[in-house]
């Protein structure tokens, strides 16, 4: 974005509320006009033509724009994720109760990302681990969707679970 004396248009189009009456100028009245308001000519537009500027405070105007930015990054949701640890040989209360955690977290719009540890030999259960995600995502159906199917990394078989957006 180019300001007064950086603009080499030889013409530009004025607009902007601080302007009597806009149109097109030559570029040393709109610098001159600008001067008078004590205010920066700033191109807005420079692929227009002829390009077109606006009179205001450049350094207000740059304010603005940061403050807006950081309003908007304020405003951004932020992705938590929870997790939840199972072996592979969970027991039926363990799982509802592990379980019950999940659709807490989920209700609160985070994400779970359930696995299975597997230690020592039981890596040769491992098909009892992947069962064991594949009805932790069914029992969760309601509350969030899988997001991948149950996957071995090394040791550990995981699943991330996102939380289904309430209308």
């Not at 189009?13 to 001159?32: M, W």
């Not at 500027?53 to 929870?82: F, G, H, P, T």
């Not at 799982?95 to 890596?123: M, N």
């Not at 899988?146 to 996957?151: F, L, S, V």
Request: aromatic share 8%; proline share 4%; net charge neutral.
């Amino acid at each position: 974005m180019n300001i007064n004396e950086e603009i080499t248009a030889s013409q530009v189009r004025l607009v902007g509320d601080n302007i009597p009456d806009p149109g097109v100028f030559s570029i040393s009245e709109a610098i001159k006009l600008a001067d008078e308001l004590e205010l920066d000519l700033v191109e807005i537009s420079a692929k227009a033509d002829p390009p077109v500027c606006k009179i205001l405070d450049y350094q207000k105007y740059l304010y603005q724009q940061k403050k807006k930015a950081k309003e908007m990054k304020a405003n951004a949701s932020k992705v938590v994720i929870k997790e939840i640890r199972f072996g592979p040989n969970t027991d039926e209360h363990d799982f509802q109760f592990k379980l019950k955690h999940a659709q807490e977290f989920l209700d609160e719009g985070s994400k779970v990302k359930a696995s299975v540890f597997f230690r020592g030999r039981s890596i040769q259960f491992s098909d009892q681990g992947e069962k064991l995600l594949l009805r932790f995502a069914v029992e969760l159906e309601e509350y969030g969707r899988a997001e991948n199917m149950p996957k071995l990394e090394g040791k550990r078989m995981i699943m991330m679970i996102a939380p289904i957006k309430k209308k």
